[in-house]
């Protein structure tokens, strides 16, 4: 059970997640939040950058030590913790985001959130488990390669005809923490989605649609049809159903980037 979240903030660290893995090392608890302004050295999954630019997102990342969790079921926490991304955008901003399987959440076609989850093991068991969120908050351009498929809190605000609301970094933060403590409380009982496989498929991007799945040697078109217990995709191809468990696999929507 996850039941302490204690708060750092950084103005500028390299990446969050590898402060908290120094932490780690040292004996930190489990709850450990740090949180930065900007990072120098951003991650994204598979040696990906990820952008944060001073004081306009959140670069945000927690420190959990699950014991006796099963090595399979640690992908699964990113699944929660988009779960727990979306929820709080709702319910602070009411902003509906969708969750791009496995680790984004979009809003209108666009990125607003990216998690990396890693994680360190030790005499053959999970030792450690970083789970770290980046949250565009009050970007108003991004960089070139990103610009058509990256959106933040104060642009969808402002899409709404809602000026002169913007997103507050602190706040959402916290709600964002908060929200993951509920999920991944329920996920931790089993160790699966079974208890959130519901509202996770509700608000899963492409659900029932067509999209394509682009592999490293290959690509082709499938329907999403929901997730597995585990967290993985399924999708169904030739009318056979066929399970989607690599996260260096893209699942993209067969009009644009989502
Ligand atoms: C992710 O990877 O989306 C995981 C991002 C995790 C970032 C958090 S911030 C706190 C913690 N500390 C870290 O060092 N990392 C975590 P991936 O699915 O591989 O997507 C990366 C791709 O997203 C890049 O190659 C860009 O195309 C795009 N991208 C980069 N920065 C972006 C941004 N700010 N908004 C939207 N898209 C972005």
Known sequence: MLDNINFEYYDSVDSTNDRIKERAHAGEKQGLVISA????AGKGRIGRKWESPKHDSIATSMLLTPQEISLE???????????AVRDALSRLYGLEGKIKWPNDIVLDGKKICGILTEMEMKDGNVWFVVVGIGVNVHNKSFDEEIAFKATSVDLELKKANRDGETGHRAEL???????????YNIFIKTQ???GLKEEYERNLANFGERVRIEAQENSYEAIAKGITAKGELIVEVDKKEQIIRTGEVSVRGIYGYV
């Open 173 to 183: 933060t916290k709600a964002i923490w908060e929200s993951f403590k509920r999920y």
């Open 192 to 194: 699966d989605m079974s």
């Open 73 to 83: 079921a640690v992908p699964t926490i990113t699944v929660v913790a988009a779960m």
């Open 37 to 40: 302004g900007t990072q120098t």
